[in-house]
Structures are given as C-alpha cells and as structure tokens.
C-alpha cells in the first residue's frame, strides 16, 4: 500500500506548477520515510520541467534539496532513526558495483545513477518525484545525516548547489596560493565562493553588473569584477589557476579560458542546452583544460556538510510558501535571486 502526500508540480512544460498529489512507495527493508520540511529551489528544477534538456513525463514534482525529519524507518535500516534531521540530495541511488559506484564516485555511476526526480525508481519501475512535497521515501545509504550545527532551514540547498561547488573546488585543489574565479553568483555561484574562501584560496566574483558587488565583497571575496566591462575583463588575462563556471546559460567560454594563467582549469557546472565553441588556440598556447563537474558522491556530501558546519558556512536563503514557488522560479529565471529559494514544504 503506497502513501499518498501532498505536492506542488507541473503537468506540462508551460503550465504554471500547481498543487497536486503523488504517491510514495512502501517504505521497504532498507528505506527511510522522511518527512519534508524544507526543499531548494535549484535551476535544474526549472531546466526539467521547462523541457531544456529534451522532453520529460508529466506529471513531474521536482526538487534535489531536501531537509526533513526520519518518520519510520525499514526493519534492516541501521543509518539513521527516528526523528533525526536529514538530507536528501540529487541521487536517491546507485548500482553500486560499478568502478565508479566502489569508489564512492556514485554522481558517475556506470549504469546511471537514479536522479530524487525524473528518473525511473529501481524499487518499482515509477518515475522519482522529487522535493517539492510533504514526504519522501528513500533508500538508507543515500540520506545524508544533517550535524548539529547547521540550521536546518538553511541547509537545503547544500545538498545540490554546496556540493557541486564543494567537488570541484576539492578535485582541483583550490586553497591557499590558488587564484580563483567563480563565473555567475546565483545559488551554485555564491557557495562556490564562500566554499573557495574556506579551503582559503583567493576568490574573484565575475557577475553581469555592479548590483551583486557589495554582496561578494561582504561574503569576503578577493576581489568583483563586472563582466559586461570588457576592458575589466582583458585585465584578468592569464590570471587564474581555476576557473568554475556556474552560469545556467550559453557563454563566450572562450573570453573566459583567456583568463586562465599556463596550466588552468576552467570547470563548467553549469548546465545550459546551448553548446559552447571552444577556439583551439584558446587552450594550446597555454596548456589550459576545459573540464566539467556534476554534484559529489554520497560521502563527500556528507564531507561537505561537515566543512560547513566546521566553517560556518551558510547559503543565503529565502524562504517562500508553496504559492509563491511560481514566482520564485520567474525571479529565479531572471537572476534575481539572493541567494537560493528555500520552500517551506509545511505551506504545501
Ligand atoms: P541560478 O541561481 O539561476 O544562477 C545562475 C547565474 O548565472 C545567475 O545568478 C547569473 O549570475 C548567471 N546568468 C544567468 N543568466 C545568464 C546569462 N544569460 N548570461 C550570463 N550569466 C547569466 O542557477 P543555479 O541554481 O546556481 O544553477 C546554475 C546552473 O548550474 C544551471 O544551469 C543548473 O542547471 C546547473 N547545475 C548544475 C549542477 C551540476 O551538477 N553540474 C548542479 C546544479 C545546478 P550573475 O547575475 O552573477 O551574472
Ligand atoms: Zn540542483
Ligand atoms: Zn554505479
């Protein structure tokens, strides 16, 4: 008998989401029923249902930001009790036999990892609904334990925007004496550059305008720098190690590979469905790399929100009723949001 929660989704790519109701599996031998209280809102919620990485099924409830409270628990469950604060991120699981899966590299699962939403669910071939509700059913090994020292209320978007800065910024060894840049300060950007600042590297904010300069400077960036003033830009040739962009749109990456110094690494998390063109001698004079990063592998989640609990690193959050989730998604859209949306999921 499957559990029938309360939602908010969409039934087409146009149609505005509206409240609706979806069905949660059986909380099985190894599964955890969580009750949500807090879901972010991520632009890849909005690339899904908006059909920019290709079609989807409808009716879809997305949402990979979720923070709520253990409700039951499977009888083989061991990770996790009742009543603790937990998280759930992108995947909600993995084959784990895989080269990658065994090394704990479960966002690059082999034979495709499976997404909290739009995915077809192993337990019983439906397709994953994600956070923008009342409950969520989940297998143990991909919920993620909250610490203590976190606000539950603002640790949501960790679980997708604070790990896929957190990964790359790792994997390429940002810290001190690293000159990075972060492209774009939205949600995934202004976590890459609180988290670039905590492994203590040297971090310049590249954003459209001046309206996010005072924003950067006060969550301690290096330096801000208006991307619209070519003549700023030109400045910065040849001078950064790592480069992250985090931009939901298409790009001239080639003006930004000529910022990286000999050596440099430009990692793309954004997600746009524009290609981007890549000039050959914008990498061969200078041995530079063009590489791209998704989320983090389960434990590393869990790494990242120590670090963050350690640092007292912190999204700026909003918080919106489940009506006000249109208009989020529109400001969202047109870069006005500081610095992520986080759904109270107890007005759905
Ligand atoms: P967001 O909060 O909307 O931030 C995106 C930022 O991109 C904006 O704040 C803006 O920064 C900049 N931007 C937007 N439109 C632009 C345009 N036309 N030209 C130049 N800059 C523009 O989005 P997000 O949730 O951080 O996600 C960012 C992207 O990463 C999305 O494509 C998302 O799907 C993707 N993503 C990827 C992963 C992964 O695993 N790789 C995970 C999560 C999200 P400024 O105002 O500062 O210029
Ligand atoms: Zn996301
Ligand atoms: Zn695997």
Not at 109 to 137: E, F, K, M, W
Not at 184 to 202: D, P
Not at 210 to 233: E, I, M, P
Request: aromatic share 6%; charged share 20%; net charge negative.
């Amino acid at each position: 008998m499957t559990m029938t929660v309360k939602a908010y989704g969409a039934t087409s790519q146009d149609a505005p989401l509206e409240p609706m109701t979806i069905e949660r599996r059986d909380v099985g031998e190894h599964d955890v029923l969580i009750d949500i209280d807090y879901a972010g809102i991520c632009h890849s919620d909005i690339h899904t249902i908006r059909g920019d990485w290709g079609p989807i099924t409808y009716p879809q409830v997305v949402g990979h930001e979720i923070v709520g409270r253990v409700a039951e628990i499977g009888s083989a469950v061991t990770k996790h009790r009742v009543g603790d604060i937990v998280g759930v991120g992108c995947q909600s699981n993995s084959c784990r036999t895989c080269a990658q899966c065994v090394q704990g590299h479960d966002q690059y699962c082999l034979n495709g990892n499976t997404q909290t939403y739009n995915s077809v669910d192993p337990a019983d071939g439906t397709i994953t609904q994600g956070g923008y509700s009342q409950a969520v059913v989940t297998n143990e090994d991909y919920v993620l334990a909250i610490p203590a020292g976190l606000d539950p209320a603002k640790t949501a978007p960790l679980l997708c925007a604070g790990i896929t800065a957190y990964s790359p910024l790792r994997h390429w060894n940002a810290g001190p004496g690293k000159r990075v840049g972060v492209i774009g300060m939205g949600g995934l950007g202004h976590m890459g550059v609180k988290i670039a600042l905590a492994l203590g590297a040297e971090v310049t904010v590249l954003s459209r305008g001046a309206k996010k300069q005072s924003d950067a400077l006060a969550f301690g960036a290096t330096r801000y720098v208006n991307t619209t003033d070519q003549a700023a830009l030109a400045e910065l040739a040849d001078s950064f190690d790592l480069i992250v962009n985090t931009v939901s749109a298409g790009l001239d990456i080639a003006t930004y590979l000529g910022l990286l110094d000999v050596d440099g690494t430009l990692v793309n998390v954004g997600a746009p469905s524009e290609p981007f063109s890549v000039p050959a001698f914008s990498l061969v004079p200078r041995r530079r790399s063009l590489a791209g990063s998704t989320t983090g592998g389960i434990a590393e989640i869990q790494e990242m929100l120590g670090f963050c609990a350690e640092h007292g690193i912190h999204p700026e959050t909003e918080l919106v009723s489940a009506e006000e989730i249109n208009d989020a998604w529109e400001r969202v859209l047109s870069a006005d949001v500081r610095y992520r949306f986080v759904i109270d999921t107890h007005t759905l």
